[in-house]
């Protein structure tokens, strides 16, 4: 069982995204998962305590083609801020997907079915190729799919259709990125697909091309209801066995991270490239549909149970916030958070393994970033340097850009001890009140 993917993942998204802007300066929407599950949530009671929660769960694995369930201990943080972007938080991702997922399966399906509604599920392509430019080639594709919307709307509302559940999809491959769209819609149960299908075809043709762009005949494809799981959709964006049965090479952009954390240089190019190309995007849209049939959009939906059961014996684990900052830092070059939350599990059987690993990661951050410093040092020695130099002006050079680096150090270390470990704050000196000794008089002492 990978307990600790999610948290590898979102570390090397980190990681890429830190590196993009030291190189190009400009910031890819959605890099807010560099704090996530980092920070502190913004309405938290204790901003200085970093809270880690383990308790047991009952976990599905399949393991030789059944299913088995096993009792376990799941570490997570907890009063952590989440960044919410479904794109490229694998933390986030994963819980916005398992939250569209119970709501398609316990409000969307039901009450379509109690307005005699069928649903289907439609999905658009198109044509697409490595060697362009990926972030002009989703902007064209979004900007068919708003005019392929008007021209289909009096078409949706013949067969009944009170909306859409759209939903986007980016996987890589050796073609560049397959941006596609899945829909859930819904229909009336006497209406003709495929005769649906073929208007629907037409009009995507037409407002692809008027953007650069093209597909054939796979370029639309429509399943009934019965012919689909309902959780189908949601359990893609998961992205965690998308494309898994495909003859393709396509990878979603999680699987990405996973060979960018073994090393692939292409994976983290191509990453970049994707984020890049779709940021700024929302991963699924209701629209008015929920409104229509009467309930909650997916974000304001719970489930009918309420609060999930509380394990009674759960262990809360507390240490220093700023640690934690310093411990899961991009700079580390390793993933802090999935070393803590590993420690977190061990540590009812090893009290005080949990502090130890983050002040383990602490160093490792640390170390990571007086080794940033003495390179910067070095580039700068070497733009300095000429051969036309004598060898005591070299030895001089050499001994001032030392000197320099040697405090910049130890200012960093001093600075960075004093965050982790920072002063305890002097109590408050009790004030005397003597306005009372002679009432309506003021002291003077002069």
Request: proline share 6%; charged share 25%.
């Given at each position: 069982m990978k307990f600790n993917l999610t948290a590898i993942r979102q570390h090397e998204a980190s990681k890429l995204l830190t590196r993009d802007f030291l190189e190009t300066g400009k910031n890819i929407l959605g890099d807010g998962l560099k704090l996530c599950q980092r920070a502190k949530a913004h309405n938290?009671?204790?901003?200085?305590?970093?809270?880690?929660?383990?308790?047991?769960?009952?976990?599905?694995?399949?393991?030789?083609?059944?299913?088995?369930?096993?009792?376990?201990?799941?570490?997570?943080?907890?009063?952590a801020a989440q960044c919410g972007n479904a794109h490229l938080c694998p933390h986030c991702a994963s819980y916005k997907a398992a939250t569209l997922r119970d709501w398609s399966d316990n409000a969307f399906a039901p009450a379509a079915k109690a307005k005699n509604l069928c649903i289907g599920l439609l999905t658009l392509t198109a044509k697409h190729r490595r060697d362009c430019d990926w972030a002009l080639h989703v902007a064209n594709f979004y900007s068919a799919l708003a005019v392929f919307n008007v021209a289909m709307r009096r078409s949706f509302l013949k067969i009944g259709s009170l909306g859409r559940v759209q939903c986007m999809e980016s996987p890589?491959?050796?073609?560049?990125?397959?941006?596609?769209?899945?829909?859930?819609?819904?229909?009336?149960?006497?209406?003709?697909?495929?005769?649906?299908?073929?208007?629907?075809?037409?009009?995507?043709?037409?407002?692809?091309?008027?953007?650069?762009?093209?597909?054939?005949?796979?370029?639309?494809?429509?399943?009934?209801?019965?012919?689909?799981?309902?959780?189908?959709?949601?359990?893609?964006?998961?992205?965690?066995?998308?494309?898994?049965?495909?003859?393709?090479?396509l990878k979603n952009l999680f699987?990405?991270?996973?060979?960018?954390?073994?090393?692939?240089?292409?994976?983290?190019?191509?990453?970049?490239?994707?984020?890049?190309?779709?940021?700024?995007?929302?991963?699924?849209?209701?629209?008015?549909?929920?409104?229509?049939?009467?309930?909650?959009?997916?974000?304001?939906?719970?489930?009918?149970?309420?609060?999930?059961?509380?394990?009674?014996q759960r262990l809360l684990i507390s240490y220093p916030q700023p640690q934690h900052m310093i411990a899961t830092s991009p700079a580390n070059p390793r993933a802090g958070l999935a070393f803590i939350l590993r420690a977190a599990r061990n540590e009812a059987a090893r009290p005080g393994t949990t502090q130890r690993m983050v002040l383990r990661m602490c160093d490792e951050t640390i170390k990571a970033d007086v080794e940033q410093i003495k390179f910067k040092h070095a580039k700068t020695l070497a733009k300095l340097i000429k051969s036309s130099f004598t060898d005591e002006e070299k030895e001089k050079l050499c001994a001032k850009i030392h000197?320099?680096?040697?405090?910049?150090?130890?200012?960093?270390?001093?600075?960075?001890?004093?965050?982790?470990?920072?002063?305890?704050?002097?109590?408050?000196?009790?004030?005397?009140?003597?306005?009372?000794?002679?009432?309506?008089?003021?002291?003077?002492?002069?």
């Open positions: 938290s009671q204790h901003p200085e305590t970093a809270f880690v929660i383990v308790e047991k769960k009952a976990i599905k694995e399949k393991i030789n083609g059944k299913y088995i369930t096993q009792i376990v201990n799941v570490a997570r943080m907890h009063d890589v491959g050796s073609n560049g990125i397959h941006v596609h769209i899945h829909d859930f819609f819904t229909y009336a149960p006497s209406s003709d697909l495929e005769e649906f299908q073929k208007i629907v075809l037409k009009h995507w043709k037409a407002a692809l091309k008027k953007f650069g762009l093209s597909c054939n005949s796979h370029g639309v494809d429509i399943k009934p209801e019965g012919k689909f799981d309902i959780g189908y959709v949601a359990k893609e964006l998961a992205a965690y066995d998308t494309k898994d049965k495909s003859k393709s090479d699987q990405l991270l996973d060979g960018s954390a073994k090393g692939d240089k292409q994976a983290s190019a191509d990453w970049i490239r994707a984020a890049r190309a779709i940021q700024g995007r929302d991963r699924w849209n209701v629209g008015q549909l929920a409104k229509k049939l009467g309930i909650p959009c997916p974000s304001e939906w719970k489930k009918p149970e309420g609060i999930a059961k509380v394990d009674p000197s320099h680096c040697t405090f910049a150090i130890a200012e960093y270390r001093a600075t960075t001890y004093s965050y982790m470990h920072p002063a305890p704050k002097p109590a408050p000196q009790a004030q005397e009140d003597y306005s009372d000794l002679i009432p309506g008089l003021e002291l003077d002492f002069s």
